[in-house]
């Protein structure tokens, strides 16, 4: 899979535009977008279990069922990207993330339940759309700067909500809080539609996909690596987001403003290490090392979030995993751009991939540990269950083959 040679011209003029940087501030606010609302209902689930009266894990079902139609929709929505073009693809994305500022005026679960899930359905979009739109617009060295600040933009979306969630809820209501995090879809589509720009779709435009495409995918070892690192790791990271503000509020006896607080260091601390993981493989360019040194980290911090009750252990602790869950990711996602030759096609379709598998274990992890939560009276052996996936990133490291540095790396 390779960009056709008759675009060469056409490409490099769109890499010294511009007007690329109009588009990075679009994706960075897609980015920030997709953050603030993903997280945003852990930290007063509380209170929407009281507003319900629905037990745990019906209440886990507003996280988790987000990533899991973001699964379903994940390489699918990789096609849809390329039969719309980019442009279409992410006005429909903006427009369903955009849904979620309803909350504020939803009346019962099961219509908070439907914005979810359409807000899941544009976070596919967003993804599968972002890789061959950066690759369209910016040269390899800025793909993998623009592959970290994306990232560290989600993630200080997710800091914000977390953080912030508990006091704005209790000023002005849970519903009405969700409202003012989904209003943020509304703004961004108004944005995109005055000045969201796809012109590589007439220089090289996104072909068809055949099941040779998919087959040469799924049947890749460094690419089946990478999906099983990134779906362990978030496996641990739904589960501990969803969860430590409710864990540390029952058994660590926390105030619910101050376990959201806890929690969304998580987040925080990752827009800092995910910045570094954007900028410091261009500097030492061993692909291998930033999952494995991310990989202990994640390993580490995680057992020692949920493990420990010392307020200073369990400090250190969420900021280890904090920087190890976000630290791989702008490797993690330049190396599959690299595994498909940077051929927009195929990142649609390998990013779309890792939607789907890690939007599965996203979808599951917070449902288990609310199950075994409602079943034995602990969060203990869920939260540890989620550890152990979150190992696959430290031996996805160690069983990388060994590659060239990540393109656009020193």
């Known amino acids: ?32 977008t997709v953050g603030v609302n993903l997280f945003a209902v852990a930290p007063i689930l509380l209170p929407i279990i009281q507003d319900y009266d629905i037990n745990l894990t019906t209440a886990g079902l507003l996280v988790a069922l987000v990533p899991l139609v973001a699964a379903g929709f994940g390489l699918p929505g990789g096609i849809v990207t390329v039969k719309l073009g980019l442009r279409r693809a992410f006005i429909v994305a903006w427009f369903l993330m955009g849904l979620a500022a309803l909350s504020a005026v939803a009346p019962n679960y099961l219509t908070l339940m439907a914005l979810r899930l359409a807000y899941g359905l544009g976070i596919a979009l967003v993804f599968t759309a972002s890789g061959p739109l950066l690759l369209q ?13 994306n990232t560290a933009a989600l993630s200080l979306g997710i800091a914000l909500s977390v953080s912030t969630a508990a ?30 720009k796809a012109p590589g779709e007439t220089t090289h435009a996104l072909t068809t996909i055949s099941f040779s495409d998919v087959r040469a995918i799924i049947s ?12 362990g790791v978030l496996i641990q990271y739904t589960a501990l ?17 101050r376990a959201g607080f806890v929690a969304g260091l998580l987040p925080t601390v990752g ?25 202990l980290l994640v390993v580490v911090g995680g057992v020692g979030a949920f493990g420990l009750s010392n ?4 400090y250190a602790s969420i900021i280890l995993v904090g920087i190890g869950s976000w630290l791989y990711v702008p490797t993690l996602l330049s190396m599959t751009m690299d595994l498909v030759g ?12 890792l939607i789907t598998v890690s939007g599965f274990g996203m979808f599951l992890s917070p449902i288990v540990v609310g199950f075994i939560r409602d079943l034995t009276g602990s969060f203990l052996p869920g939260f540890y269950i989620c550890a152990v996936a979150a190992l696959s990133l430290l031996l996805a490291g160690i069983l990388m083959p060994r590659t060239q540095p990540i393109t656009g790396a020193a």
């Open 311 to 314: 307020t200073a252990a369990v």
């Open 271 to 295: 827009v800092f290490a995910v910045l570094l993981g954007g900028f410091l493989p261009l500097r030492f360019g061993s692909a291998r090392a930033f999952l494995i040194a991310p990989g």
């Open 137 to 149: 617009w910016f040269r390899p060295r800025e793909v993998l700067i623009m592959n970290g600040l």
């Open 241 to 257: 987001s969803a969860w430590l503000p409710t864990f540390y509020a029952e058994v660590r006896a926390m105030s619910p403003a």
């Open 342 to 353: 940077r051929d927009p096609k195929g990142v649609a379709l390998v990013w779309g991939s």
């Open 220 to 231: 890749n070892k460094a690419i089946l690596l990478l999906l099983a690192a990134d779906a």
């Open 1 to 32: 899979m390779s960009i056709p040679a008759s675009g060469s011209k056409a490409v490099d003029l769109l890499h010294q535009s511009r007007y690329r940087f109009v588009i990075a501030a679009l994706l960075l606010a897609a980015h920030l």
């Open 167 to 196: 006091p704005l809820a209790g000023l002005v209501g849970w519903q009405f809080a969700l409202g003012i995090y989904g209003s943020s879809g509304v703004i961004g589509a108004v944005a995109w539609l005055l000045a969201g």
